[in-house]
T-cell receptor
Framework: DGGITQSPKYLFRKEGQNVTLSCEQNLNHDAMYWYRQDPGQGLRLIYYSQIVNDFQKGDIAEGYSVSREKKESFPLTVTSAQKNPTAFYLC????????????FGQGTRLTVV | AQTVTQSQPEMSVQEAETVTLSCTYDTSESDYYLFWYKQPPSRQMILVIRQEAYKQQNATENRFSVNFQKAAKSFSLKISDSQLGDAAMYFCAYRSADGAQKLVFGQGTRLTINP
């Protein structure tokens, strides 16, 4: 089945540690996105990528990093520089251009302990 | 930068009645796309309906329809014959048709259906 897979579903991190969230898609989509969801604030864009080896900062990129070495994969690293990382993280992908919608993974809940 | 605003944090409606969720956006672009997504308690985002800005006709998908007012930069969602399964968070989203094409979301509206 085609879709987007995020792993793990739940993740715990100690303060001061970096952690990487996985996002893989087999939809042959060009564009991929990472969002952070906090209560009452909707989805805020962290990073997005249009093509392999290229990505752009979104509205809240500070404390995060990404890579796009393969079309199928867009991992997000939450670094120790991110002061308030506890949140729900959503990955999405879409075709580039046209009105096609974005497809979403099931999310990763990150908790700092 | 494009912004999307949903001014209703929460809405409720009686089962079988009609409810309208509001969304406004700010952009200087002429060509773009608008979407409504639903997020049920499972937190899986599901597309409800989409609208191309160049189309004057309002999009409709079964019980879901939009009122797209381009000049007013307004994009409301109407849900007719509300069902218990419609209870969810609803997000309005904007995507440019050119350039970076980043996808921007509003803050969301929590919809409750009263039996």
């Amino acid at each position: 089945d085609g879709g987007i897979t995020q792993s793990p579903k739940y993740l715990f991190r100690k303060e001061g540690q970096n952690v990487t969230l996985s996002c893989e898609q087999n939809l042959n989509h060009d564009a991929m996105y990472w969002y952070r969801q906090d209560p009452g604030q909707g989805l805020r864009l962290i990073y997005y990528s249009q093509i392999v080896n290229d990505f752009q900062k979104g509205d809240i990129a500070e404390g995060y990093s990404v890579s796009r070495e393969k079309k199928e994969s867009f991992p997000l690293t939450v670094t120790s520089a991110q002061k308030n990382p506890t949140a729900f993280y959503l990955c999405a992908s879409s075709m580039w251009g046209g009105s096609t919608e974005a497809f979403f993974g099931q999310g990763t809940r990150l908790t700092v302990v | 930068a494009q912004t999307v605003t949903q001014s209703q944090p929460e809405m409720s409606v009686q089962e079988a009645e009609t409810v309208t969720l509001s969304c406004t956006y700010d952009t200087s672009e002429s060509d773009y796309y608008l979407f409504w997504y639903k997020q049920p308690p499972s937190r899986q985002m599901i597309l409800v309906i989409r609208q191309e800005a160049y189309k004057q006709q309002n999009a409709t998908e079964n019980r879901f329809s939009v009122n797209f007012q381009k000049a007013a930069k307004s994009f409301s969602l109407k849900i007719s014959d509300s069902q218990l399964g419609d209870a969810a968070m609803y997000f309005c989203a904007y995507r440019s048709a050119d350039g970076a094409q980043k996808l921007v979301f509003g803050q969301g509206t929590r919809l409750t259906i009263n039996p």
